[in-house]
């Protein structure tokens, strides 16, 4: 079974600094991981996602996420944060093919950013 | 390019009733996902459609169920409504084929309290 961990509830930082999200998966095969945010009341926001290729992933609103095959890992940065970035973010780990998990997607407990003035 | 729509956005049922939520998925996307968030549950994966056949199914008991049409859109519908069926439900679309590979992108919700 694929499963997804982001081990802290909330993480807090100021305006201007790193953040970081973290996030570990579990997943039969060749992983596929995403970023989501999602703002009150509404639904999920695709940010970035991991298929092949470069460890280092570009997104969405400055966002970046590192793949780390060997910690199974799938951190979440960005370089400065906004009091706008304040969200919840939710990672997700889909199978490849052959798994009978490609088509379900699996996320995480999710992660409430704070970032304060 | 207009995004993923569900109807009604908010909806209040009895216990013991039956409710269907649609979707409209993005226009020339063919996969459409359910998901049920809760506070308690948080996001899980309820099925798939993929050309009028689902794909896969989660966990959940026979009371929920779904389709989709030919022209993409879905329905899911939740029979004998408990009350541990209140809940964000979310629609999510994606091109399909190869779906490992693609992202989803999800509607606004449908929040459903069941009293």
């Known amino acids: 079974a694929q499963s997804v961990a982001q081990p802290e509830d909330q993480v807090n930082v100021a305006e201007g600094n790193p953040l970081t999200v973290k996030c570990t998966y579990s997943?039969?095969?060749?992983?596929?991981l995403f970023w989501y945010v999602q703002y009150p009341n509404r639904g999920l926001q695709f940010l970035l996602k991991y298929i092949t290729g470069d460890n280092l992933v570009k997104g969405s609103y400055g966002f970046e996420a590192e793949f780390n095959k060997s910690q199974t890992s799938f951190h979440l940065k960005k370089p400065s944060a906004l009091v706008s970035d304040s969200a919840l973010y939710f990672c997700?780990?889909?199978?490849?093919f052959g798994t009978g998990t490609a088509s379900k997607l699996t996320f995480g407990t999710g992660t409430r950013l704070q970032v304060t003035l | 390019k207009a995004g993923v729509t569900q109807t009604p956005r908010y909806l209040i049922k009895t216990r013991g009733q039956q409710v269907t939520l649609s979707c409209s998925p993005i226009s020339g996307h063919r996969s459409v996902s359910w998901y049920q968030q809760t506070p308690g549950q948080g996001l899980q994966f309820l099925f798939e459609y993929f050309s009028e056949t689902q794909r896969n199914k989660g966990n959940f008991p026979g009371r929920f169920s779904g389709r989709q049409f030919s022209n993409s859109r879905s329905e899911m519908n939740v029979s004998t409504l408990e009350l541990g069926d209140s809940a964000l439900y979310l629609c999510?679309?994606?091109?399909?084929?190869?779906?490992?590979?693609?992202?989803?992108?999800f509607g606004p919700g449908t929040r459903l309290t069941v009293t």
């Open positions: 997700a780990v889909r199978g490849g």
């Open positions: 997943v039969s095969g060749n992983p596929y």
């Open positions: 999510a679309s994606s091109l399909g084929g190869n779906s490992a590979r693609g992202e989803q992108y």
